[in-house]
Structures are given as structure tokens and as C-alpha cells.
């Protein structure tokens, strides 16, 4: 069983479609991240999941239970960490976390002991007499997170966790998800940050106009990009022509600029290629000095699978 | 913890907002008590001791509708903020969250009109405590409906000034086509007979009658004014709950209300 199913899911806001026939899983006990600009349908697509929004067309089910036929059984085992803070204005971030963890049945003996901590941990313990109103927007999107952290749904939710939270606290945050996953959660991220998902996906979903363009590891999503990896080699002496040859041949490389001392290549994966770049250098007696590989962001995947950067608008 | 126990805890939370802007409310009710001070001041040159007992049970009731129709404005708030999406989110049937917002307006609305009435108590002798007593959860059912006609308006506005402009109207044309700041007699001397009838009929009339006779006056609790006020609270209690179910429905189709 998939702990997110959804079927041909479609939502339509007037004339416009948000998610457009989406089939998309996630497995039990990973993290997955779900990328795309604003406006790619990733909050819709949450939205839907924690019962919210009804969907125009198609299914959706939650650890194997359908989020229209049964939303309230469906938020008895999802948490959800929104885009914008969501709070009682004039009630302590202590209060809040309290009325969510007993709407959720946490234990009453182990609550404010639990409550402290990720008060704590996400460096809210400070603020714990101002009321929500008067938190910043970093504090605030922290106790929301802090909400979800309290709970340990079956299946947790966060939508751009870290939108306006200092480098500091996103570490601590990815760190608290990461814990979550590892405690036994599900989770899935959206957003639109490509470090915060290399920091936390398993895999990645790729959305796109409200559709799903690719869902892979980050790994195989980079692989999948022909000649994305970048080497540059240098080497004590010029490079001979006899060397050039002998790589070209190699295979699994799509460019290749000798200049000099240096040799730059664009190959499809560069795990591969390298050992066996420097076998055939070591063979014709070539030295090498320096071998730098860079690897294709999640940036350069997006827009290998997109045409669009995800910094661009829709 | 069962789904009605969450119900109860959602009602809980809300009602104890409440409190957090007591300081509003008890602002809100001095300048109706103003109001009708200097209406008793118009009405008879100066405060009488009848007119006082005849103000007293009008301003408690003055306490309950007030109370009330801040359930309008902590929706239309919670509606803004995002919270009753945060509410959507939880374990509880959209009904329930209904309910729970429609009953925390009428707890509101008991509890203030309820301490008003200890307070009135002191100054006003009272002639039947029982019965007093007895009125307390019809005046809640009151509470409920003024708070479902809040929620109402709270549900159709799109604008803060539209709420309160509507919640205005709402103060200005119950208390006003009423009988709390003057007996019908005297209304029917100068406003056209239909006026009349409507502010004799208006639930907070009714209600600061039914305090007047039975609570301050000592008559048997009347069976009629009871009736009345039940049949008027009740339906106004359903339009305030359905429009707010239709507004949460609105918000899982369009996303927002």
C-alpha cells in the first residue's frame, strides 16, 4: 500500500487548472519532495491530500483511505505544516502547540514535556510568552512546523517549511523532518528551494502546470540528464591528440574542449566515466594534476525536464 | 479522544477567545448603556427608579446580543486568517466545526448577559430567582441564533467594513425596533403600527420581557414569551449554521471563500 495515492486528480479553480490528471504515489516511510515554481500546483496538490479542497475530478487516498469519502478519518493520521502560519492570534505559541496535540491525542502526561522540547529545538522556547500575533515570520513558520514535529502523523506535510526562516533554522528544521522520517513518518515537502530538496528528498516529484513531469531519486534524476555532468581535468603536460582519441572512444561522453593543460568533458555520469578516464590517461602515460566534477543541479534538472528555470513564473 | 470530545475542545477554544476581547465587549455594552441612559434622560427628563427597572433587564440582554454577535466578527476573522482552515485540517466533521462555533457564540452570549444579570441583581431586587434561572438556557438558545445571524453576515463578507457594517445594522435595527429601550406603548405613540408589532416581536424584546415580568417582576415564567422566543431563536440559529457550512464548503471547491 502506497501511503499517497492519488488517480487521474484534477482540481479546477474558474477556468483554470491547478492539477491536471495527476497519478502520483508516495511510499510509506519516505521523504518525498515535491518541486515546482509557484503556481505548479504543489500547494493544491497538499491542499487536497489533508481534505481541504475537494477534488474537481479523480481520487485521492491517504494510508489507503479516500480523502472525500472519509476526510475525517484522513486527518486523523495526516499532519500539516501550511505555506502561511496559521494560528489563534491571541493565544502563546505553548497554547497552540497544547489545543494541537490534544486534538490529536497525544499523550496528556508526555504533552508539555514534548511541547518544551520542540519549543526548544526550534528555538521558539524564547517567544513563548509573546502571543502569535506578535511572532515574526520566521518564528511563526517555525511553530507551524513545530505543530506537525508534536503530532508525528502517519503522514506529515510541509509546504515550503523554511520560506522565511534564517540558514540556521532551516538546518534545525531539515533536521527535525529528516527525524520525523526516520521515527517512521511518511513525509512529503513542497517547495521550490532546490538545497532544502537535495538536503531532505528520498525522491523527488517534479511538478509542473499541475502535472507531474518526472518523480525519481535526485541521483538518477541528475543521471537522467545526457552529458549533465561537468569534469575538467588537468594535466602536467598538454593534452595530446592521441589521449583525445582514446576518451572519445570511451563512450558515455557528449563533449569534450581540450585547451591547453586542460581537458573539460560533458559526460552522463561521471562515476563511470572518470575511472575510466584516468586508466586511459595513465595508458599513453598522460599525468593527471587536478580532476574537478561538477554535478547538474536540481535547477538544471528542472529545466532539463521543463524548458523553464524554477525561479521563472509559470 | 472521541470526535465530539474535539468538538467540545474546539468549542472550549473558541469560547475562551472570547474572553480575550472582553475588554471590547465591556466597551462595546458601556456605550449601549450610554445610549440608553441618554435615551431614559430623553424618555422621561430624568432616570426614574421604574424607568431604571425597566432599563436593567434590557441592558442584560443588551450584554447577551453583543456577546453574541462577536461570534460574527472571531469568524469572519478566523475565515481571513486562515485559521478555519487550520480547523479543516483537524479530526472533526465539518458539522461539528459548525456546531461548535455556533454554540461557543451562545455560550458567550450566556455567560456575559449571565454575569450582567448577577450585577442587575444587586441593584435591582429580583422578585424570581427561579425563574430567572429557569429563562437561562432559553436565552441561550437566544444567543445561539444571534450568533448564527452573525456568522451569517460574518459568511457574506468579503471585507472587514462590510461585516462591521453589517453587524451595525443588525445592532441599530434590533435594539433599536425594540422594546428594551422603551415600553410598546410608547413606541406605538409615535412609529406606525407594523414598527410596532415587529419591535414587540423582536427576540430581544422578548427576552428583556420575559427578564422584566418573570425575573425582576415575579410573574409566572410566561409559556407564550417562551414559545416565541424559542420559534424565533431556532430558525435564526439554522440560517447562521447553514450559511457558515456553506462558507467552509466554498472554501474545499474554491480554495477560499
Given at each position: 500500500m502506497f501511503a499517497v495515492e492519488t488517480l487521474s486528480l484534477s482540481k479546477r479553480y474558474g477556468k483554470t487548472d491547478a492539477l491536471r490528471e495527476l497519478n502520483f504515489t508516495v511510499d510509506e516511510g519516505e521523504i518525498m519532495v515535491i518541486?515546482?515554481?509557484?503556481?505548479?500546483?504543489?500547494?493544491?496538490l497538499l491542499m487536497t491530500l489533508c481534505t481541504i479542497?475537494?477534488?474537481?475530478s479523480g481520487t485521492a487516498k491517504v494510508m489507503g483511505i479516500d480523502v472525500v469519502k472519509d476526510g475525517t478519518k484522513v486527518r486523523e493520521v495526516m499532519g500539516i505544516a501550511f505555506q502561511e502560519a496559521r494560528g489563534f492570534w491571541r493565544h502563546k505559541p505553548s497554547s497552540i502547540l497544547k489545543f494541537h496535540a490534544s486534538m490529536f491525542d497525544i499523550d496528556p502526561v508526555k504533552r508539555q514535556n514534548l511541547i518544551e522540547q520542540t519549543m526548544k529545538e526550534l528555538e521558539l522556547w524564547e517567544s513563548r510568552d509573546k502571543l502569535f500575533m506578535h511572532l515574526s515570520g520566521g518564528q511563526a513558520k517555525r511553530l507551524e512546523t513545530a505543530k506537525v514535529l508534536v503530532q508525528r502523523p502517519k503522514l506529515a506535510i510541509f509546504d515550503e517549511p523554511t520560506s522565511q526562516v534564517d540558514l540556521r533554522g532551516k538546518r534545525k528544521i531539515w533536521d527535525k523532518i529528516r527525524e520525523l522520517r526516520d521515527q517512521g513518518s511518511t513525509v512529503i515537502v513542497a517547495t521550490n528551494e532546490v538545497r532544502e530538496a537535495e538536503y531532505l528528498a528520498d525522491r523527488v516529484t517534479i511538478l509542473h502546470k499541475g502535472t507531474l513531469v518526472v518523480r525519481d531519486s535526485i541521483p538518477k534524476l541528475k543521471d537522467a540528464i545526457a552529458g549533465g555532468d561537468v569534469v575538467e581535468v588537468g594535466f602536467e603536460d598538454p593534452v595530446a591528440d592521441?589521449?583525445?582519441?582514446?576518451?572519445?572512444n570511451l563512450g558515455g561522453i557528449l563533449t569534450m574542449s581540450p585547451e591547453g593543460n586542460q581537458l573539460r568533458a560533458n559526460v552522463s555520469k561521471a562515476e563511470d566515466w572518470v575511472p575510466r578516464m584516468t586508466s586511459a590517461s595513465y595508458n599513453v602515460g598522460a599525468k593527471i594534476s587536478t580532476i574537478k566534477i561538477t554535478e547538474p543541479s536540481l535547477d538544471d534538472v528542472f529545466l532539463h525536464f521543463t524548458g523553464k528555470s524554477l525561479e521563472e513564473n509559470p | 479522544m472521541s470526535e465530539f470530545s474535539r468538538f467540545v475542545h474546539i468549542a472550549r477554544t473558541d469560547f475562551s477567545y472570547f474572553f480575550r476581547t472582553k475588554w471590547l465587549m465591556a466597551i462595546l455594552i458601556s456605550l449601549n448603556i450610554s445610549d440608553m441612559l441618554v435615551t431614559g434622560l430623553v424618555y422621561k427628563g430624568l432616570v426614574s427608579f421604574d424607568y431604571f427597572r425597566f432599563l436593567v433587564p434590557g441592558i442584560v440582554v443588551m450584554g447577551l446580543f453583543s456577546a453574541a454577535t462577536d461570534t460574527g466578527r472571531r469568524i469572519w476573522l478566523a475565515l481571513r486568517e486562515g485559521v478555519v482552515q487550520y480547523y479543516m485540517t483537524l479530526p472533526v466533521r465539518t458539522s461539528g466545526l459548525v456546531a461548535a462555533y455556533i454554540i461557543s457564540g451562545g455560550l458567550g452570549g450566556i455567560v456575559y448577559s449571565g454575569l450582567l444579570l448577577i450585577i442587575a441583581?444587586?441593584?435591582?431586587?429580583?422578585?424570581?430567582i427561579m425563574n430567572a434561572i429557569l429563562l437561562l438556557p432559553f436565552l441561550f438558545i437566544l444567543a445561539t441564533g444571534i450568533a448564527g445571524l452573525a456568522a451569517f453576515f460574518a459568511s457574506i463578507s468579503r471585507v472587514g467594513e462590510i461585516y462591521w457594517?453589517?453587524?451595525?445594522?443588525?445592532?441599530?435595527?434590533?435594539v433599536t425596533i425594540s422594546t428594551i429601550f422603551y415600553p410598546a406603548s410608547t413606541i406605538s405613540q409615535y412609529l406606525p403600527g407594523p414598527i410596532v408589532a415587529i419591535a414587540e416581536n423582536n427576540p430581544l424584546s422578548l427576552a428583556a420581557s420575559a427578564l422584566r415580568d418573570s425575573a425582576f417582576g415575579g410573574s409566572a415564567l410566561s409559556t407564550g414569551i417562551v414559545g416565541n422566543l424559542l420559534g424565533v431563536s431556532l430558525p435564526l440559529a439554522g440560517v447562521g449554521a447553514l450559511s457558515y457550512w456553506v462558507i467552509l464548503r466554498t472554501i474545499r471547491v474554491k480554495g477560499k471563500p
Open positions: 518541486l515546482g515554481p509557484n503556481g505548479s500546483g504543489k500547494t493544491t479542497l475537494k477534488p474537481t592521441k589521449l583525445v582519441e582514446d576518451l572519445k | 441583581f444587586v441593584v435591582v431586587p429580583p422578585q424570581g457594517t453589517y453587524a451595525q445594522a443588525l445592532q441599530v435595527s434590533m
